[in-house]
Nanobody, 121 residues
Framework: QVRLVESGGGLVQPGGSLRLSCAAS????????MGWYRQAPGKQRELVAA???????NYADSVKGRFTIFRENAKNTVYLQMNNLKPEDTAVYYC???????????????WGQGTQVTVSA
């Protein structure tokens, strides 16, 4: 059984910082891409940032220069460092592991349960 467990969300003032973390556990051989998505009330889920095992990154235009994604491959953990947070960053943030290879040689996509980030004065 594979699980993604997120942590690090919370309430922060505009201009503040937060770091999210997501640890994947279970019978994992490798994970091609790990990333973060977010969903604000009344909006669709959107990509925030993603990072492949080879080091290729993809950021939403709205977070470029403010957010940084990085991962520890040996720990199957991905992080999202969020600086200069804005009220419009308020959302539930979800971790995603794509093309995760299990010990049974299956290639699957997994989601975490989500963590709330609220940016407000």
């Amino acid at each position: 059984q594979v699980r993604l467990v997120e942590s690090g969300g919370g309430l922060v003032q505009p201009g503040g910082s937060l770091r999210l973390s997501c640890a994947a556990s279970g019978s994992i051989v490798s994970i091609d891409a790990m990333g973060w998505y977010r969903q604000a009330p009344g909006k669709q889920r959107e990509l925030v940032a993603a990072l492949t095992i080879s080091g290729r990154t993809n950021y939403a235009d709205s977070v470029k220069g403010r957010f940084t994604i990085f991962r520890e491959n040996a720990k199957n953990t991905v992080y999202l460092q969020m600086n200069n947070l804005k009220p419009e960053d308020t959302a539930v943030y979800y971790c995603n592991a794509d093309n995760l290879r299990t010990a049974s040689n299956l290639f699957l996509n997994y989601w975490g349960q989500g963590t709330q980030v609220t940016v407000s004065a």
